[in-house]
């Protein structure tokens, strides 16, 4: 068993060294070639002075430098914390205090976001101190950020273990798994979860040739896949309802074996109209940060059933529990529960609200189990708004825009959207004898918070609907707006 994560990347470099790992524009790297640029990144991590433990912010888009950066970071036995490029200075200000980091790592134009902390670009590290050995696969080796409850910074616990278990679960798959002789398309983000372990994580695994793109754009994504043969296609919901708008969709993804997609909810409508445009079905999954992220998948299955998100990952266990945590009868809703060796650790930094003692873990989200052990999301119980994949908590939105000219109150709910799965709404009550202008209060969200948690539509109104206990009725609100 391999003790530290990328020491799977040096088993894939003695395996097919000479293939193509990585290839970035008009840059190639083969499996022998990231192996050794890694090397030399941990190297000069170690010569920085870092020592095992220490956390390293990594903000850098989609390339060479992430992948470099990130398996060099654990290869040194440090803390890789990759964060969403779109973060504001405020925003990042907080994360670097709340995970006591003691670098950055930034990508061009990207390290001035900074404050607080020692910046390097990634090409600045370089170096050849020892490296310390690894000793135990529990050891932390990324801090993910999701927005908790409260809207304050909370950060997942992965260990290299859980990394590992993830992508050992995707590569029992069966007929459906990724192999050597595949080429993957890299546009997901690799600062969340599903494009660092179930795209790039896997691929380091399996050997694939991963095709590294910054950003979605239909039509020089579909350049990539034609001029690679991409054959395995992982996207988010709205990048498949952008490439409906092109009308030689199929000719464009000949190539193409499997559609994979898993970030946010994905509308039957969509996946029914893509199918019938493509000519390619539309596999799914469930899955989340604390996970590594897979849970579920459509992958493996002969005929996936409408509005399923698949069943259980090789060893990953799935339960339906009501509120006393017994098991859910039949096939009613419940809370989906899940248990397996992918599972984060808890909440940095004491470890909190991770696996009970029995090793289960309370994702608050509702869904129901058919007869074959086929998941069907119902709802969730959080608050959590998923725009594009990523993950925004309402109050994070509130309390910025509570702070906007004119703003008395503010309530924040997601709608539906089909460019991005979900989008944010707000409900803004003005102050007494005030106005509010809907521009500037867009203008002083812009400067506070990332572009998707910033809300696309604003309505400014009286009053807002309260619970007994004060709370703003989020449900009462939701109705009103549908």
């Known amino acids: 068993m391999n003790v530290n994560f990328a020491d799977i990347l040096r088993d894939t470099a003695q395996r097919h060294g000479e293939r193509p790992a990585l290839v970035d524009g008009d840059r190639r790297l083969t499996w022998s070639e990231l192996d050794q640029a890694v090397d030399r990144t941990a190297q ?7 020592v095992p433990g220490y956390r390293v912010l990594l903000l850098v888009a989609n390339s060479i430098e992430f992948v470099t950066s990130y398996l060099g970071i654990l290869r040194a036995g440090l803390v890789a914390v990759p964060l969403n490029t779109g973060l504001t200075k405020p925003e990042l200000a907080a994360v670097t205090a709340h995970s006591g980091a003691r670098l950055a790592i930034a990508g061009p134009g990207l390290g001035d976001r900074f404050e607080g902390v020692r910046t390097v670009a990634p090409d ?12 135990d696969p529990e050891t932390l080796a990324v801090l993910l950020y999701t927005s908790g409850t409260s809207g304050d910074p909370r950060a997942a616990m992965l260990t290299h273990r859980a990394l590992a278990a ?18 993957v398309l890299g546009v997901l983000p690799m600062f969340h979860a599903f494009g660092l372990n179930a795209v790039l994580g896997w691929a380091v695994a399996t050997g694939a040739a991963l095709v590294v ?65 493509a000519g390619l079905h539309v596999h799914q999954g469930y899955g989340l940060t604390e996970a590594s992220p897979g849970v579920t998948t459509t992958l493996g299955e002969a005929e996936p059933k409408p509005g399923s998100v698949g069943r259980a990952l090789p060893n990953v266990e799935i339960r339906i529990a009501d509120e006393q945590g017994e098991d859910v009868e039949g096939d009613d809703p419940g809370e989906i529960l899940i248990r397996g060796g ?42 959590l708004i998923i725009v594009s994949g990523f993950n925004v908590f309402p109050s994070e939105v509130e309390d910025v825009l509570v702070g ?48 998707f948690k910033c809300p696309v539509e604003i309505e400014v109104t009286d009053y807002l609907p309260h619970s007994v206990t004060g709370k703003v009725a989020k449900g009462r609100l939701r109705e009103a707006d549908r």
């Open 342 to 383: 992918n599972l984060f650790s808890g909440y940095w930094p004491d470890a909190v609200d991770g696996p009970d003692a029995e090793g289960w873990y309370r994702t608050g989200d509702v869904g129901y189990l058919d007869p074959d052990g086929d998941l069907f999301l119902v709802d969730r119980l959080r608050e």
């Open 404 to 451: 906007a000219p004119g703003v008395r109150e503010a309530a924040v709910i997601g709608v539906p959207s089909e460019e991005t799965g979900e989008a944010v709404k707000a409900f803004l009550v003005p102050l007494p004898d005030a106005s509010v202008d809907i521009t500037a209060v867009r203008e002083y969200a812009e400067g506070r918070l990332a572009r």
């Open 213 to 277: 793109e910054q950003r979605f754009d239909p039509e020089e994504t579909l350049a990539l896949v034609r001029q690679y043969g991409v054959t395995r296609l992982p996207l988010a919901p709205p990048a498949l309802h952008a490439l409906l708008t092109r009308s030689d969709l199929k000719e464009a993804l000949e190539t193409v074996k499997v559609v994979l997609t898993g970030a946010s909810t994905l509308d039957r409508a969509l996946a029914d109209r893509f199918e019938q445009a």
């Open 124 to 135: 600045e590290l370089q170096g050849d101190a020892p490296l310390p050995p690894s000793k």
């Open 166 to 183: 993830n992508v050992r679960n995707l590569s029992e798959l069966g007929e459906d798994r990724m192999g050597p002789e595949d080429v």
């Open 44 to 50: 000069g991590l170690a010569a920085a002075g870092l």
